[in-house]
């Protein structure tokens, strides 16, 4: 059974201004712009402003009309941003698999996590006092099957919410809800389907699926399953790097096979360290020829798991090397991993032998901020200085 959570901070940057200014606590806190701004909108403003009719994405100026008494605030969006890493570092102690949708929101995919509490309610509310305790912050909480009611379901119950929708409730659930809470229902769908009214998620559902695909198109289709609570799409976990890799440039070129495998696994060993700091995985592995004439070629396998073992690196890398080297002088060599995930099977099982001693190798290299612990495959007869590093 799949298990998506859905985790929305409340009014976060106006509540991490009264976190921090407890005279503003109470009070109508609006921030994206002080008082006589004349192109800020509103970018997040406290439950307290939002009584008097301020939200946000609206202009400051309409905010002084609505709430003359508010405080305006420019914002502070870097110490938003540190804030927001805080709280990203308590998700991945609840799942490995995160996406962050935004400054302040996120889904957590908890699937096979379960067993970790007896019930969803005490899961959310671990993740929930877990963030207070870390940013002195409330966060409302939604776990349902899938993305869509997830966030439907933090959404319900702001702030300091915690709904939980189990399978078996989708449809109830959902069916009272107006049709501009489906995604990719805009105010103009929205228009359009209340002339064949259609109000709530459970008149959408009265819809064929052909009258939809007519209406819709393509997005009849999607319009169709939400409705019926159905959404497949899996929580993406995003990543920054596109790829991680090292290539080195010889002082002398090299043409030795034994030597180029060699200079590989140490290369290997950097790249595969760096990737394990990020907890990052690879599926695609690429290595990077350049002859002495300067013709250069890239050679990539993906694999069908993702990797971040160095003996799973080296094996792929030696490989493409071993198919593509020509029998000429090499004079740079390079090794990339893409197709980075922070997602891996492997992540759920740590304890395999190999992880421990990969785990051993870069605490203790990583202590000594350079390579103390090798693999046979980096030495070579003697230590050589042929090649000096590049990224
Ligand atoms: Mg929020």
Same mark, same amino acid.
């Given at each position: 059974?799949?298990?998506?959570?859905?985790?929305?901070?409340?009014?976060?940057?106006?509540?991490?201004? /009264?976190?921090?200014?407890?005279?503003?606590?109470?009070?109508?806190?609006? =921030?994206?712009?002080?008082?006589?701004?004349?192109?800020?909108?509103?970018?997040?403003?406290?439950?307290?402003?939002?009584?008097?009719? =301020?939200?946000?994405?609206? !202009?400051?100026?309409?905010?002084?009309?609505?709430?003359?008494?508010?405080?305006?605030?420019?914002?502070?969006?870097?110490?938003?941003?540190?804030?927001?890493?805080?709280?990203?570092?308590?998700?991945?102690?609840?799942?490995?698999?995160?996406?962050?949708?935004?400054?302040?929101?996120?889904?957590?995919?908890?699937?096979?996590?379960?067993?970790?509490?007896?019930?969803?309610?005490?899961?959310?509310?671990?993740?929930?006092?877990?963030?207070?305790?870390?940013?002195?912050?409330?966060?409302?909480?939604?776990?349902?099957?899938?993305?869509?009611?997830?966030?439907?379901?933090?959404?319900?119950?702001?702030?300091?919410?915690?709904?939980?929708?189990?399978?078996?409730?989708?449809?109830?659930?959902?069916?009272?809800?107006?049709?501009?809470?489906?995604?990719?229902?805009?105010?103009?769908?929205?228009?359009?389907?209340?002339?064949?009214?259609?109000?709530?998620?459970?008149?959408?559902?009265?819809?064929? /699926?052909?009258?939809?695909?007519?209406?819709?198109?393509?997005?009849?289709?999607?319009?169709?399953?939400?409705?019926?609570?159905?959404?497949?799409?899996?929580?993406? !976990?995003? *990543?920054?790097?596109?790829?991680?890799?090292?290539?080195?440039?010889?002082?002398?070129?090299?043409?030795?096979?034994?030597?180029?495998?060699?200079?590989?696994?140490?290369?290997?060993?950097?790249?595969?360290?760096?990737?394990?700091? /990020?907890?990052?995985?690879?599926?695609?592995?690429?290595?990077?020829?350049?002859?002495?004439?300067?013709?250069?070629?890239?050679?990539?396998?993906?694999?069908?798991?993702?990797?971040?073992?160095?003996?799973?690196?080296?094996?792929?890398?030696?490989?493409?090397?071993?198919?593509?080297?020509?029998?000429?002088?090499?004079?740079?060599?390079?090794?990339?991993?893409?197709?980075?995930?922070?997602?891996?099977?492997?992540?759920?099982?740590?304890?395999?032998?190999?992880?421990?001693?990969?785990?051993?190798?870069?605490?203790?290299? *990583?202590?000594?901020?350079?390579?103390?612990?090798?693999?046979?495959?980096?030495?070579?007869?003697?230590?050589?200085?042929?090649?000096?590093?590049?990224?």
């Amino acid at each position: 059974m799949v298990v998506i959570m859905h985790v929305d901070m409340d009014s976060f940057f106006a509540s991490i201004e /009264q976190r921090d200014r407890p005279e503003l606590k109470g009070k109508p806190v609006i =921030v994206g712009g002080l008082r006589d701004s004349k192109r800020g909108v509103v970018s997040t403003c406290s439950y307290e402003a939002r009584k008097y009719g =301020v939200h946000s994405a609206m !202009p400051i100026a309409q905010a002084v009309k609505l709430c003359p008494q508010g405080i305006f605030l420019p914002g502070d969006h870097s110490k938003y941003a540190a804030v927001s890493q805080e709280i990203r570092q308590v998700f991945y102690e609840f799942s490995p698999v995160v996406e962050n949708t935004s400054i302040d929101e996120a889904f957590l995919d908890m699937t096979g996590c379960e067993h970790l509490y007896d019930t969803f309610e005490d899961f959310g509310k671990a993740i929930k006092r877990h963030i207070y305790e870390t940013v002195s912050l409330t966060a409302s909480v939604g776990i349902a099957p899938n993305k869509f009611v997830a966030k439907l379901a933090s959404d319900y119950r702001k702030p300091d919410g915690l709904v939980i929708v189990r399978p078996s409730e989708v449809k109830d659930w959902l069916a009272p809800m107006p049709v501009n809470k489906v995604w990719g229902i805009g105010e103009k769908t929205a228009k359009a389907l209340s002339t064949w009214r259609i109000h709530t998620i459970a008149d959408l559902r009265r819809c064929s /699926q052909r009258s939809l695909l007519q209406r819709f198109g393509k997005q009849g289709h999607d319009l169709y399953l939400l409705a019926r609570g159905i959404d497949p799409r899996p929580v993406e !976990p995003e *990543t920054e790097a596109k790829s991680i890799g090292r290539e080195t440039t010889f002082s002398i070129d090299l043409t030795e096979l034994s030597r180029l495998r060699q200079v590989l696994a140490n290369l290997v060993a950097d790249v595969g360290m760096r990737l394990r700091q /990020q907890s990052l995985w690879g599926r695609t592995v690429t290595i990077k020829l350049r002859y002495s004439d300067f013709t250069t070629i890239t050679r990539s396998i993906s694999l069908p798991e993702p990797i971040n073992n160095d003996d799973d690196i080296f094996a792929a890398a030696d490989k493409l090397l071993q198919q593509h080297i020509q029998k000429r002088p090499l004079r740079l060599l390079g090794v990339y991993l893409s197709q980075l995930t922070s997602v891996s099977q492997a992540s759920l099982f740590p304890d395999s032998r190999r992880d421990k001693l990969t785990e051993l190798i870069d605490e203790l290299n *990583t202590r000594y901020d350079r390579a103390v612990i090798y693999k046979g495959r980096q030495l070579g007869p003697r230590k050589s200085n042929h090649e000096k590093g590049s990224t």
